[in-house]
């Protein structure tokens, strides 16, 4: 079933004078975005900087209504209703001064959650993170790949049955991203959701994903629709392999 269905989905900002914009200046950021996304698929989004791809997320999240086209998630129009999604921005936004399991609890304590019942349900999930026995860790006491799944493991507690991810492995250095795919891997084998994942690692995007989704610079539309043909469970001898170069090398034309 299409879970997400964005159709000729067009947004632009105004530039405020504080940003140097005149009055009434517009920014043209995405140009006549569409595309969909089944249930429990995988899809990568892939793009240049600065083309629209954490504002399509945003848009995604149903946290701003200011674009032309339409977007629904399980037959709902975002501009009528808001549908819970489970999102992670660019930055890991862990509080500085809660525990590892009081910023995993944060969504169930802004619902109204009874966070007794909620440490209960999260605490087998600590060794599927990688985080058993660093429940009552502050954020400045974890690794970077830690708070990653920290914050991951916060996001996949939010209510929905989407994730919204945005280069959430941006920020770590190579040996430790690539132990973060394959944690990404396995642990989605086990608790599927529905992932749109931004990145800017086309090696990332192809392991990863059941789709890439390529887009052009700003305005951002998409490009190329790239479905990755290779076996679940998916490893990383398939980096190798001359069905990932040609993937590959499609991406790299299609990116210009
Ligand atoms: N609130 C805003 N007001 C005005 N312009 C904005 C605003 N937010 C983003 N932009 C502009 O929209 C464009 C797209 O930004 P966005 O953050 O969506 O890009 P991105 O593809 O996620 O880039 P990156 O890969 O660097 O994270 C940029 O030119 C940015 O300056
Ligand atoms: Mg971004």
């Not at 525990?99 to 944060?106: G, K, S």
């Not at 209510?159 to 394959?182: C, N, V």
Request: charged share 30%; with cysteine.
């Amino acid at each position: 079933m299409e879970q997400i269905v964005a159709e000729n989905v067009t947004k632009h900002y105004y530039v405020s004078p504080e940003n140097g914009g005149r009055l009434d200046e517009k920014l043209l950021v995405l140009s006549g975005v569409s595309f969909s996304v089944e249930e429990n698929e995988f899809v990568s989004i892939l793009g240049p900087s600065g083309c629209g791809k954490s504002t399509l997320l945003r848009l995604l999240a149903g946290l701003d209504r200011e674009y032309e086209g339409s977007i629904r998630v399980n037959g709902t129009d975002l501009k009528e209703k808001r549908v819970p999604v489970c999102y992670m921005l660019q930055k890991d936004h862990l509080m500085p001064w809660r525990t590892l399991m009081e910023n995993v609890l944060l969504p169930a304590e802004i619902e109204g959650a009874d966070l007794k019942k909620e440490a209960e349900l999260v605490r087998p999930m600590l060794k599927d993170f990688g985080l058993e026995e660093f429940e009552n860790y502050r954020p400045h006491a974890l690794s970077g790949g830690m708070r990653q799944r920290a914050a991951l493991l916060r996001t996949y507690r939010m209510r929905g049955d989407i994730m919204l991810l945005d280069e959430p492995f941006g920020a770590l250095d190579e040996i430790t991203r690539m132990q973060m795919q394959d944690w990404l891997l396995e642990v989605w084998g086990r608790h599927r959701k529905t992932v749109l994942f931004v990145t800017h690692n086309i090696d990332e995007a192809i392991l990863l994903s059941d789709r890439v989704l390529v887009m052009s610079p700003r305005p951002g539309s998409i490009v190329k629709d790239i479905r990755v043909g290779f076996p679940r469970p998916r490893s990383r001898d398939m980096l190798l392999s001359s069905q990932f170069l040609g993937y590959k090398g499609e991406i790299l034309a299609s990116l210009g």
